[in-house]
């Protein structure tokens, strides 16, 4: 039965396939016919061809700083960009085409330039055509005439890019400035003897490469910028270190004058123009008479600090505060009892932990001096007191500090000879005497001004009196207490002498700068420079009367190059001058 069942099906299976080809057969057959004219079926059309494909080109742009950027793609297509980022053009490219990215149109100041900005047979979209953007920028240079052989001139642009010029000749600052900025050209390190002047220095908007500045060298020039005691409440007798403020105008103060004939706190701008911003009194919280080489220093809130020698409760002076506005408040009154000082002299440092160090000529313990520390907020505390054994006593300079916590200073008299020494004090109060003077004529004596930090790490300072002539030093001495007279005073025209309150300031060439009271053409005092190995130059010599004499305080070196100072006496009024060299 199963095996019937199954033929049956594929006897008819078989039957059917035939008969469907037959009839498959005879429908072509048909259709060949109608198609030869034979029948009337009308023919399908023919498919349509694939749509046309396109592709985006764009990229990126960097460096873009203003507005107006405009891009083309094969010539047309303009596309304007006003920020760094993404863009596509509008226009696509079609399948197997090409494209050329260019700048129509830069932005003013800006050269813009154009990477993996062309392509052929486009098969994709392109996204990687990069616009870089940077500021067109114009070298600033010029010449230097008149520099004698073997000086040199240090030139600076925008207050930076120091470029150091060793003869007549060009020069080109390494920093270019950018399209639409300005330049200033200033002499920042002057000549020795020379004095150097910029034309053509300074110009804004600048569009194009700057190659006229000149700066002309001649002789130096000394310049009395002003006369003290102008008036009856102007300040007289500046025998004190002055600061260079934020502001760009000196300041300090002056031992005499002011409206109470007490002592003035003062201030310079540098075309000479003085005023007194507060006069010392008696019966003022600061006491009065800021002593001989005390003067001002910046402390780190930008306000003045300085000692006065004498006050009204005590008469031992005091530790005070100033702003620039001439607003004067005491941090520390002074005593004079055996567990304070009294008489502060020399200025202050401001020490690396943010408190004010000095000394005071008399009183503490043996009533010969003290070291002391000032907290800003005005708590005062005795670190050392000086005069026993071979110690030093009556300090009348500031000190240094050498290592965090550790200070330099010297007295001026008192040590093993009785000439003076040199000490070092810790803020815990532990003090050493490091080395005594000898005196006349092996050595010096007596000094009156502070220690200066060499740049070559040693230190060193002037004496008023000892050396071959009696006249004075200028020393030499190393942290560990070698000491080596570099040059002893001879005074006379060649000469200046008794250095008395002005310490040694370096220059940026590593020479020293400082004056003497008395020497010179005219015996009334020197500005002078002394190299390390101790060659003197004089760089001016005080004739007295208008011209000012006996100065007895620092000078300073500000970055324009100029050496600027104060004279105790002379100028037109007889109350000293504040000078320019």
Same mark, same amino acid.
């Given at each position: 039965?199963?095996?019937?069942?199954?033929?049956?099906?594929? /006897?008819?299976?078989?039957?059917?396939?035939?008969?469907?080809?037959?009839?498959?057969?005879? @429908?072509?057959?048909?259709?060949?016919?109608?198609?030869?004219?034979?029948?009337?079926?009308?023919?399908?059309?023919?498919?349509?061809?694939?749509?046309?494909?396109?592709?985006?080109?764009?990229?990126?742009?960097?460096?873009?700083?203003?507005?107006? +950027?405009?891009?083309?793609?094969?010539?047309?297509?303009?596309?304007?960009?006003?920020?760094?980022?993404?863009?596509?053009?509008?226009?696509?490219?079609? !399948?197997?085409?090409? $494209?050329?990215?260019?700048?129509?149109?830069?932005?003013?100041? #800006?050269?813009?330039?154009?990477?993996?900005?062309?392509?052929?047979?486009?098969?994709?979209?392109?996204?990687?055509?990069?616009? /870089?953007?940077?500021?067109?920028?114009?070298?600033?240079?010029? !010449?230097?005439?008149?520099?004698?052989?073997? #000086?040199?001139?240090?030139?600076?642009?925008?207050?930076?890019?120091?470029?150091?010029?060793?003869?007549?000749?060009?020069?080109?600052?390494?920093?270019?400035?950018?399209?639409?900025?300005?330049?200033?050209?200033?002499?920042? %390190?002057?000549?020795?003897?020379?004095?150097?002047?910029?034309?053509?220095?300074?110009?804004? #908007?600048?569009?194009?490469?700057?190659?006229?500045?000149?700066?002309?060298?001649?002789?130096?020039?000394?310049?009395?910028?002003?006369?003290?005691?102008?008036?009856?409440?102007?300040?007289?007798?500046?025998?004190?270190?002055?600061?260079?403020?934020?502001?760009?105008?000196?300041?300090?103060? !002056?031992?005499?004058?002011?409206?109470?004939?007490? @002592?003035?706190?003062?201030?310079?701008?540098?075309?000479?123009? =003085?005023?007194?911003? $507060?006069?010392?009194?008696?019966?003022?919280?600061?006491?009065?008479?800021?002593?001989?080489?005390?003067?001002?220093?910046?402390?780190?809130?930008?306000?003045?600090?300085?000692?006065?020698?004498?006050?009204?409760?005590?008469?031992?002076?005091?530790?005070?505060?100033?702003?620039?506005?001439?607003?004067?408040?005491?941090?520390?009154?002074?005593?004079?009892?055996?567990?304070?000082?009294?008489?502060?002299?020399?200025?202050?440092?401001?020490?690396?932990?943010?408190?004010?160090?000095?000394?005071?000529?008399?009183?503490?313990?043996?009533?010969?001096?003290?070291?002391?520390?000032?907290?800003?907020?005005?708590?005062?505390?005795?670190?050392?007191?000086?005069?026993?054994?071979?110690?030093?006593?009556?300090?009348?300079?500031?000190?240094?500090?050498?290592?965090?916590?550790?200070?330099?200073?010297?007295? =001026?008299?008192?040590?093993?000879?009785?000439?003076?020494? /040199?000490?070092?004090?810790?803020?815990?109060?532990? =003090?050493?005497?490091?080395?005594?003077?000898?005196?006349?004529?092996?050595?010096?004596?007596?000094?009156?001004?502070?220690?200066?930090? %060499?740049?070559?790490?040693?230190?060193?300072?002037?004496?008023?009196?000892?050396?071959? #002539?009696?006249?004075?030093?200028?020393?030499?001495?190393?942290?560990?207490?070698? =000491?080596?007279?570099?040059?002893?005073?001879?005074?006379?025209?060649?000469?200046?002498?008794?250095?008395?309150? !002005?310490?040694?300031?370096? %220059? +940026?060439?590593?020479?020293?700068?400082?004056?003497?009271?008395?020497?010179?053409?005219?015996?009334?005092?020197?500005?002078?420079?002394?190299?390390?190995?101790?060659?003197?130059?004089?760089?001016?010599?005080?004739?007295?009367?208008?011209?000012?004499?006996?100065?007895?305080?620092?000078?300073?070196?500000?970055?324009?190059?100029? /050496?600027?100072?104060?004279?105790?006496?002379?100028?037109?009024?007889?109350?000293?001058?504040?000078?320019?060299?």
């Amino acid at each position: 039965m199963r095996t019937n069942s199954h033929n049956s099906i594929r /006897i008819l299976f078989n039957t059917g396939l035939r008969s469907a080809g037959l009839i498959f057969l005879t @429908g072509f057959l048909l259709g060949q016919l109608s198609g030869c004219g034979g029948g009337s079926s009308t023919a399908s059309p023919p498919p349509s061809p694939p749509a046309s494909t396109t592709f985006t080109v764009g990229g990126t742009v960097t460096g873009l700083s203003g507005t107006g +950027l405009v891009l083309q793609n094969n010539g047309s297509d303009n596309l304007t960009i006003n920020t760094s980022g993404t863009f596509t053009f509008a226009t696509a490219v079609a !399948s197997g085409g090409s $494209y050329a990215v260019t700048v129509l149109t830069p932005v003013t100041g #800006q050269t813009c330039t154009v990477d993996n900005g062309t392509g052929l047979n486009v098969t994709g979209n392109i996204t990687n055509v990069a616009v /870089i953007c940077s500021s067109i920028a114009y070298t600033v240079s010029g !010449s230097v005439t008149g520099l004698l052989a073997g #000086q040199s001139v240090t030139l600076e642009n925008n207050g930076a890019n120091p470029t150091n010029v060793a003869s007549n000749t060009s020069f080109t600052f390494s920093t270019p400035v950018a399209y639409g900025g300005s330049y200033a050209v200033t002499v920042t %390190g002057q000549p020795v003897g020379q004095d150097c002047a910029v034309s053509n220095g300074s110009m804004s #908007q600048v569009t194009a490469d700057v190659s006229n500045v000149v700066v002309s060298c001649g002789p130096a020039t000394y310049t009395n910028l002003t006369a003290f005691g102008a008036t009856s409440a102007d300040a007289i007798n500046p025998a004190n270190n002055i600061v260079l403020a934020k502001d760009g105008n000196f300041y300090g103060t !002056s031992t005499s004058g002011g409206a109470n004939n007490k @002592g003035a706190l003062f201030k310079v701008t540098p075309a000479g123009v =003085e005023s007194v911003l $507060y006069s010392f009194s008696s019966s003022g919280p600061a006491g009065f008479n800021p002593d001989y080489n005390s003067g001002l220093i910046i402390g780190s809130d930008g306000d003045f600090y300085g000692t006065t020698y004498l006050d009204g409760a005590s008469g031992c002076g005091s530790v005070f505060k100033a702003t620039a506005a001439g607003v004067v408040t005491a941090l520390h009154t002074f005593t004079g009892t055996v567990s304070d000082g009294c008489n502060p002299h020399g200025k202050l440092v401001l020490g690396s932990d943010g408190n004010y160090y000095g000394v005071t000529y008399s009183g503490g313990l043996n009533n010969q001096g003290t070291v002391f520390m000032v907290t800003p907020a005005g708590a005062e505390s005795v670190l050392h007191s000086f005069g026993t054994g071979r110690d030093g006593i009556f300090p009348m300079a500031g000190l240094v500090e050498y290592n965090p916590g550790q200070f330099y200073g010297v007295a =001026e008299s008192g040590g093993a000879n009785s000439n003076g020494a /040199i000490f070092t004090v810790t803020t815990a109060g532990v =003090e050493n005497v490091v080395y005594s003077f000898a005196g006349f004529p092996i050595d010096g004596s007596n000094p009156y001004s502070g220690l200066t930090l %060499g740049s070559d790490g040693n230190f060193y300072g002037v004496t008023e009196f000892g050396g071959t #002539q009696g006249l004075g030093t200028v020393f030499k001495i190393t942290p560990n207490g070698v =000491e080596t007279v570099v040059h002893s005073f001879v005074g006379g025209t060649a000469d200046g002498s008794l250095p008395n309150g !002005s310490d040694l300031v370096q %220059g +940026l060439d590593h020479n020293f700068y400082s004056m003497t009271k008395s020497g010179g053409a005219s015996g009334d005092g020197v500005l002078y420079k002394i190299t390390p190995a101790g060659d003197v130059t004089l760089l001016h010599s005080f004739a007295g009367g208008a011209d000012g004499s006996a100065p007895t305080s620092s000078v300073l070196i500000a970055k324009d190059g100029y /050496i600027y100072g104060t004279v105790f006496g002379g100028g037109a009024n007889s109350g000293g001058i504040f000078f320019r060299y």
